[in-house]
Antibody, heavy 119, light 107 residues
Framework: QVQLQESGPGLVKPLETLSLTCAVS?????????WTWVRQAPGKGLEWIGE???????NYNPSLKSRVIITMDKSANQFSLYLTSVTAADTAVYYC????????????WGQGILVTVSS | DIQMTQSPSSLSASVGDTVTITCQSS??????VSWYQQRPGKAPRLLIY???NLQIGVPSRFIGSGSETHFTLIISGLQREDSGTYYC?????????FGQGTRLEIK
């Protein structure tokens, strides 16, 4: 059974870096899948942040591209999101998900983690 | 970037009804659309992928159709647990935009 679990600070100060990790169980991240981050601001819709392949190739939403990095740690079977220079507009629930078709078919999701940007 | 226009933004229906949600793409995206259900406080759940394919474990009352620029999600024989917000997602071209969402209320 594939499970994903986000972890990280729930509160980040403005202009600092948001760092989240998604621990994957039941599926090796070295398998032929992509691993994705999606966020949802309070009361708003879903926004695709970016993805990383099992080979380490990453793609990002251009709206965030200059601030976002996604990495993976195969030994720990997890992948991470880093978002720099955060503002209140980055306050959101952040989800990690598995893309099973290498075409953004997100079949397994973490439960989500609320990150608030505030001083 | 490709834009996905989803409608309606909200609807209300009764148990047993049939409802239709649509997504219009600004470009031809073949059949690269998936549909998600999100209940309040929960992560989204994959319902339909590649426009028409039912995800394992999803009830057959969820039906996806469409191609190129016009896609629909039909929910027939509504159940109370179908309440939530529904999103389409295009995956032909990055970045992958979700539709704006359709909030479904069961009366």
């Amino acid at each position: 059974q594939v499970q994903l679990q986000e972890s990280g600070p729930g509160l980040v100060k403005p202009l600092e870096t948001l760092s989240l990790t998604c621990a994957v169980s039941g599926n090796s991240i070295s398998d032929d899948n992509w691993w994705t981050w999606v966020r949802q601001a309070p009361g708003k819709g879903l926004e695709w942040i970016g993805e990383i392949s099992h080979t380490g190739t990453a793609n990002y939403n251009p709206s965030l591209k200059s601030r976002v990095i996604i990495t993976m740690d195969k030994s720990a079977n997890q992948f991470s999101l880093y978002l720099t220079s955060v503002t209140a507009a980055d306050t959101a629930v952040y989800y990690c998900a598995r893309d099973v078709e290498a075409g953004c078919v997100l079949d397994h999701w973490g439960q989500g983690i609320l990150v608030t940007v505030s001083s | 970037d490709i834009q996905m226009t989803q409608s309606p933004s909200s609807l209300s229906a009764s148990v047993g009804d049939t409802v239709t949600i649509t997504c219009q793409s600004s470009q031809n995206i073949l059949r690269h659309v998936s549909w998600y259900q999100q209940r309040p406080g929960k992560a989204p759940r994959l319902l339909i992928y590649t426009a028409t394919n039912l995800q394992i474990g999803v009830p057959s009352r969820f039906i996806g159709s469409g191609s190129e620029t016009h896609f629909t999600l039909i929910i027939s024989g509504l159940q109370r647990e179908d309440s939530g917000t529904y999103y389409c997602l295009q995956s032909q071209h990055k970045p992958y935009p979700f539709g704006q969402g359709t909030r479904l209320e069961i009366k």
